[in-house]
């Protein structure tokens, strides 16, 4: 919204630059916030008669921005300027926390950003999920069902992050096809080991009783 221009100034697109620009305009309006963002990409500058050349970076934007949110500055175009030259001199730094704080906003941002996305992520029953090591689980009723212990009886919302991060991979539907009738399958086997197994049981615990028996 407020700056493109291309490569060079690419930090107009970073989601931190944005929001300190929408807090920029909620504070002294859009003209003056328009009026900032040309000057961050205008380049030739003058300060008291003094003639400079200076290219902003995403940590100069960063700090005028921040310097400009601080404070009520009655004409923020020569507060800008003036800043602009002490990053031409070398000495634009961050004063007192405002490291700390625009660190917590971009953490804030991401952090919600993250939230979007799992919000954003559906994984169906029936879709399989796979991993770097040919372990496949199945969803169903919202759990993963597999023989490999890592995922297996875990929900799809547990499952999210590691499919974000790329741990986990949703299978496309002509490979998950094949994994989903072979996992049904060890699924039913295991099913009928164990029914096995407590049979066996009963029948240790009660010689000559059936399973038929009243």
Request: proline fraction near 2%.
């Amino acid at each position: 919204m407020w700056g493109n221009a291309g490569k060079k100034f690419a930090y107009f697109a970073e989601d931190y630059i944005a929001e300190l620009l929408d807090r920029l305009n909620a504070k002294y309006g859009k003209r003056i916030t328009h009026a900032v963002c040309n000057l961050l990409k205008q380049g030739s500058y003058e300060v008291d008669g003094t003639v400079f050349r200076h290219q902003t970076d995403e940590e100069d934007a960063a700090i005028v921005l921040m310097s400009l949110l601080d404070q009520a500055v009655k004409v923020p175009q020569r507060y800008v300027i003036k800043l602009l030259y002490r990053a031409h001199l070398g000495e634009l730094t961050f004063i007192g926390d405002q490291h700390q704080r625009l660190h917590d906003i971009r953490r804030a941002l991401a952090d919600a950003a993250w939230r979007e996305q799992l919000e954003a992520l559906h994984i169906a029953d029936g879709s399989v999920l796979t991993d770097a090591h040919g372990n496949a689980w199945l969803v169903e009723q919202q759990r993963l069902q597999g023989n490999a212990p890592a995922w297996g009886g875990r929900t799809v919302e547990e499952s999210k992050a590691a499919v974000l991060r790329g741990e986990l991979q949703l299978a496309p539907e002509n490979v998950a096809q094949t994994l989903r009738e072979q996992l049904r399958q060890s699924a039913a086997e295991e099913q009928r080991k164990n029914e096995d197994f407590w049979q066996d049981m009963q029948n240790l615990l009660h010689p000559g009783r059936t399973s038929n028996a009243p």
